[in-house]
Structure formats: C-alpha cells, structure tokens
Nanobody, 117 residues
C-alpha cells in the first residue's frame, strides 16, 4: 500500500522560508520521478516542482528561483525548500510520483502552508 506523508507546513510571514518533507513507501521511490504539487483555495492541484530519478529538476515559473526540490533515495524522502514566500504560495502542498499523479492514484493528506503577515 502506497503511503505519502507530507510534513513541515505552517504559518510564515511574507519573505520567510519553510522546508517541506515527504516520506514515501509502497513503491520504488528511487526509480520514480517525483513532484511537489500545490492546491490553493478554489484552485486545481498543480505541479510546482519535479525531480527525475536521475536528479534533474524542473519548476513552475511561479516558484522558479525561490523553491528547491531534492530527494534522498536512501531514506525514501522528498524535500522542498521554499524561500521568499509570498501570499500566493498559500495552499496545501502534496507530494506524489508524477506517474501516480497522472494516473489519478491516491494522495497523502498534504501539509498546509499559509503565508500571511
């Protein structure tokens, strides 16, 4: 059974930073392209950062230069370091493999990030 456990969210002031973590089990993490997804209020869940099995990264324009995705294959962990946060970054953040997301497979509970003064 696949489990995706996101953590690290919270309330932060504009300009602040947060580091999100995701622990994965139930599939071969090291072989999977992974992504961080964000769902703001009233919005669709969108892919904002991805990392291939080989470690290549890509980012949505809205977060490029501010967010960094990384992975620890030894511990089946995915990370998202977020800096220069602004209120538009507010939302629930989820991790998943890109393939599972495309197929419409299950998601974890996500972690809430709120950027507010």
């Amino acid at each position: 059974q696949v489990q995706l456990a996101e953590s690290g969210g919270g309330v932060v002031q504009p300009g602040g930073s947060l580091r999100l973590s995701c622990l994965v089990s139930g599939f071969t993490f090291s072989a999977a392209a992974m992504g961080w997804y964000r769902q703001g209020t009233g919005n669709k869940r969108e892919l904002i950062a991805g990392i291939t099995a080989a470690g290549s990264t890509h980012y949505a324009e809205s977060v490029k230069g501010r967010f960094t995705i990384s992975r620890d294959n030894a511990n089946n962990a995915l990370y998202l370091h977020m800096s220069s946060l602004n209120p538009e970054d507010t939302g629930v953040y989820y991790c998943n493999s890109v393939a599972r997301a495309v197929r419409g497979n299950s998601w974890g509970q996500g972690t809430q990030v709120t950027v507010s003064s």
